[in-house]
């Protein structure tokens, strides 16, 4: 079976974002450990059964069993490169100035927000968790208690004011 070819999109060669918090770095390392201790041993001992039945080529069992144990050794490689790489960032110290890892109160047309600042791994805006390269997260950082951002999103601009920084 071949492989199909993509084409390279936009986003191919972007570099994963390093900014993690340490409850994130600890989640992945239990999840390292539980893929490379219970995960790869029982993939491994499953390639080695199936490959005793049979001819390889002929073998869908195997094949599939061989291909599971091929993406959970990627998975393995892309979390250790992660955790090798990574940016612990601090709990929000009160400085006065937005940073990463701070949690902002905006207001945005007479309504208040409220937003974490995070690393693009663990964003969820549904929660107010929004990355640093976002274009409000962005538009954010840097500011002060009392500063007025415009961030424009898609076609309109967007004036948050800051009311305070946590």
């Avoid at 986003?11 to 992945?28: C, G, S, W």
């Amino acid at each position: 079976m071949r492989v199909p070819i993509r084409k390279p999109g936009k986003y191919t060669n972007l570099k994963p974002d390093a900014h993690i918090t340490r409850q994130k770095f600890i989640e992945l390392k239990a999840k390292l450990e539980k893929l490379k201790k219970m995960s790869r041993p029982r993939a491994a001992a499953l390639v080695k059964d199936l490959s005793t039945t049979g001819d390889y080529s002929e073998n869908a069992g195997y094949q599939m069993a061989k291909g599971r144990l091929r993406s959970l050794n990627q998975r393995i490689l892309d979390l250790e490169e992660i955790l090798k790489n990574a940016v612990i960032i601090k709990p929000g110290r009160n400085s006065g100035i937005v940073e990463l890892g701070n949690t902002v109160i905006v207001e945005i047309n007479g309504k208040q927000r409220k937003y974490k600042i995070l690393g693009s791994a663990e964003t969820d805006p549904d929660r107010g968790v929004i990355s640093h390269n976002s274009a409000v997260g962005q538009g954010l950082l840097g500011q002060r208690i009392g500063d007025i951002a415009k961030i424009r999103i898609g076609n309109k601009e967007v004036i948050y004011k800051i009311i305070k920084i946590e």
